[in-house]
C-alpha cells in the first residue's frame, strides 16, 4: 500500500524549532519529488516547500524561506522539514505529499494524514 | 504569483443534485498544471482532478473537469451523500498555488 506518514510536530515556543519527518513505504521513492503542505486551523491549504527526487531542486513559500529548510534521505524513504524560528503564524497541520511535476502535469496524488504543529507560548 | 478564486465559497446543495464548482486564476494557467482536490473534516486532502479534466485513479465518473487559460470548473453530476466536503483548485506555475476553497453542504 502506498502510504506517507508524518511525525514529529508538537508544542513549541515562539522562536524555537522543530523537524518534521515523512516516512514513505509502498512506492520507490527515490523517483519522485515530493512537498510539504500546511493548513491553518480553519483555513485553506498553503503550499510549504518543495524538493526534486534527486534534491537537486528545492523551493520554499516566501513565507517560510530563510527559517524552513527541506531535505531528503532517500536510502531512509524520508523527507524532512527542519523549521526554525518558528512564528505564530506557522501553526497548522503539516502534510507532506507526493508530487508528479513534470512537463506535462503537476500534481500532488498521494498524501499523508498530517502531523499538528501548534506555536505558542 | 496567480491568485486562484473559487466560487462559490459555500454551495447548498441536496443529494442527487448537480454541483457547479468554479476555480478563476488571475493570469492564464497550463490547464496540465491544474488540479483540483477533495478534503473532508479531519482528512487529508485527495486528488480529484489532474490536468484540468483528467480524473485520477479510483475517481468516480460523476466527478469531471473542464476549462482553460483563466477559468476552470469542477463538475458532479449527481451529489452522493460522500461527495459533500471543502473542494480546492490548485495551479503550478512559478509558485504552487492553491484556491481558497468551496464548501458543499447538504440543503
Not at chain 1, 36 to 52: C, D, F, M, N, T
Not at chain 2, 26 to 49: D, H, N
Request: hydrophobic residues 30%; proline residues 4%; neutral net charge.
Amino acid at each position: 500500500e502506498v502510504q506517507l506518514v508524518e511525525s514529529g510536530g508538537g508544542l513549541v515556543q515562539p522562536g524555537g524549532s522543530l523537524r518534521l519527518s515523512c516516512a514513505a513505504s509502498g512506492f520507490t521513492f527515490s523517483s519522485y519529488s515530493m512537498n510539504w503542505v500546511r493548513q491553518a486551523p480553519g483555513k485553506g491549504l498553503e503550499w510549504v516547500s518543495y524538493i526534486s527526487s534527486s534534491s537537486s531542486t528545492i523551493y520554499y513559500a516566501d513565507s517560510v524561506k530563510g527559517r524552513f529548510t527541506i531535505s531528503r534521505d532517500n536510502a531512509k524513504n524520508s523527507l524532512y522539514l527542519q523549521m526554525n524560528s518558528l512564528r505564530d503564524e506557522d501553526t497548522a497541520v503539516y502534510y507532506c505529499a507526493r508530487t508528479i511535476a513534470g512537463y506535462y502535469y503537476y500534481y500532488m496524488d498521494v498524501w499523508g494524514k498530517g502531523t499538528t504543529v501548534t506555536v505558542s507560548s | 504569483e496567480i491568485v486562484l478564486t473559487q466560487s462559490p465559497g459555500t454551495l447548498s446543495l441536496s443529494p442527487g443534485e448537480r454541483a457547479t464548482l468554479s476555480c478563476r486564476a488571475s493570469q492564464s494557467v497550463s490547464s496540465s498544471y491544474l488540479a483540483w482536490y477533495q478534503q473532508k473534516p479531519g482528512q487529508a486532502p485527495r486528488l480529484l482532478i489532474y490536468g484540468a479534466s483528467s480524473r485520477a485513479t479510483g475517481i468516480p465518473d460523476r466527478f469531471s473537469g473542464s476549462g482553460s487559460g483563466t477559468d476552470f470548473t469542477l463538475t458532479i453530476s449527481r451529489l452522493e451523500p460522500e461527495d459533500f466536503a471543502v473542494y480546492y483548485c490548485q495551479q503550478y506555475g512559478s509558485v504552487l498555488t492553491f484556491g481558497g476553497g468551496t464548501k458543499v453542504e447538504i440543503k
